[in-house]
């Protein structure tokens, strides 16, 4: 956990922090206003909620928005092969900087999920893969697409499966 906690915060840009002391500024501007307003019970309720609000989903949200703003990518699934004689997949796909700047390096990540006759348990089977593999690649330049190969392995299960892929780029 510690080291979780410590490369999100390595990874944190310049735009990160603006955003968690804007964040942090709010939250306090509406405590100050709430206790101003502490003989309108109604309004200095309505603050005191706003700043918790603002101090909870603020960063948070913010967070993911402007990460999927400045660095967007789209990954394509082109091929995937389930070898023969080894326990491995084969997953051959691309990856297109739509950003308006340069990926130094992007976390490409491919999950394997059980399929079920059921859509709802699909669903849920998203979001708990039974195989994860990821490789790295580095220098991606705007509009710029690459091709990339990914080895899962071992892969020892044997009933009918897909295969996702996700970026993650910085």
Same mark, same amino acid.
């Given at each position: 956990?510690?080291?979780?906690?410590?490369?999100?915060?390595?990874?944190?840009?310049?735009?990160?922090?603006?955003?968690?002391?804007?964040?942090?500024?709010?939250?306090?501007?509406?405590?100050?206003?709430?206790?101003?307003?502490?003989?309108?019970?109604?309004?200095?309720?309505?603050?005191?909620?706003?700043?918790?609000?603002?101090?909870?989903?603020?960063?948070?949200?913010?967070?993911? +928005?402007?990460?999927?703003?400045?660095?967007? *990518?789209?990954?394509?699934?082109?091929?995937?092969?389930?070898?023969?004689?080894?326990?491995?997949?084969?997953?051959?796909?691309?990856?297109?900087?739509?950003? +308006?700047?340069?990926?130094?390096?992007?976390?490409?990540?491919?999950?394997?999920?059980?399929?079920?006759? *059921?859509?709802?348990? *699909?669903?849920?089977?998203?979001?708990?893969?039974?195989?994860?593999?990821?490789?790295?690649?580095? *220098?991606?330049?705007?509009?710029?697409?690459?091709?990339? +190969?990914?080895?899962?392995?071992?892969?020892?299960?044997?009933?009918?499966?897909?295969?996702?892929?996700?970026?993650?780029?910085?």
């Amino acid at each position: 956990m510690k080291s979780k906690i410590t490369s999100f915060i390595d990874a944190l840009i310049m735009y990160d922090y603006i955003l968690f002391a804007g964040s942090f500024f709010l939250f306090l501007l509406f405590i100050m206003l709430a206790i101003l307003l502490r003989k309108r019970l109604f309004f200095g309720v309505v603050f005191v909620l706003l700043a918790f609000t603002i101090l909870t989903l603020g960063p948070t949200l913010g967070y993911l +928005k402007m990460h999927e703003y400045l660095f967007k *990518n789209s990954v394509k699934l082109i091929s995937q092969k389930r070898l023969s004689f080894s326990e491995a997949v084969v997953v051959i796909g691309t990856i297109t900087n739509e950003s +308006k700047r340069d990926f130094s390096t992007c976390k490409i990540t491919a999950s394997a999920y059980k399929v079920t006759s *059921n859509k709802y348990k *699909n669903y849920l089977k998203k979001f708990k893969p039974f195989k994860k593999m990821s490789i790295v690649e580095e *220098n991606i330049g705007v509009s710029q697409t690459r091709k990339f +190969k990914i080895i899962v392995e071992p892969f020892t299960y044997t009933r009918d499966y897909n295969i996702s892929l996700g970026a993650d780029c910085r």
